[in-house]
């Protein structure tokens, strides 16, 4: 009887701990499942096309966030270039894609303008994985991209690189929640006053 308790009581904290640390711990008719649950940057990506429509609903997507005074700052550029794109993220499966969100400023964006672009990338990402595609956000290549392929890449005149999100098809059996890295509790990270 006392193994069976002793049992019960670890199952039950690490199942809590689990729901506190990870993403994907809300139930999933929440409101908010859509947003917890289709956020992972997993690099499980595999050869495949993105279709024309699947872009097509991941750029409304994009166009739809919100920004400052609604101004709208950013492009996007669609790479499906494998050798271009390659030069920008190494080792892409063929078919993976990537959009690279710019914005006027030459890369020396202000504050707002990244802001803006920032939301516009988080929409692109997770418009992408409600489609069930994988996506990964990237700023590491910003400085490879703004030093050396903005005529390449068709940059607006005066604009600048500022994020990038790689979209494609994933290997089956890994999805967004069981693959996620762990999260900061929300007790160590918000306070009430
Ligand atoms: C602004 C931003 C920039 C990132 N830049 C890179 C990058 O240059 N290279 C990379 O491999 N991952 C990059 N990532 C992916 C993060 O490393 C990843 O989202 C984080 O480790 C959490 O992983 P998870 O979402 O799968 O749980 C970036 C993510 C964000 C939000």
Known sequence: ????????????????????????????????????????????FTAGAVTQGELDQILAAGVRAPSAGNRQPWHFTVVRNPALANQIVSNMPDGNILIVISASGDGKTNGREILDCALATQSIYLAAQ??????????????TINQRFKADLGLPNGYGAVSLVRIGRVLPGIDAVSAASSRKSLDSIVNYK
């Open 1 to 44: 009887m006392k193994k069976a308790m002793l049992f019960i009581v670890i199952f039950a904290s690490l199942y809590i701990a689990s729901g506190m640390s990870s993403v994907g711990a809300e139930e999933p008719d929440s409101p908010t499942a859509v947003i917890s649950n289709h956020h992972a940057a997993l690099r499980n």
């Open 130 to 143: 409600a489609l069930g595609l994988g996506s990964r956000i990237y700023t590491g290549p910003m400085d």
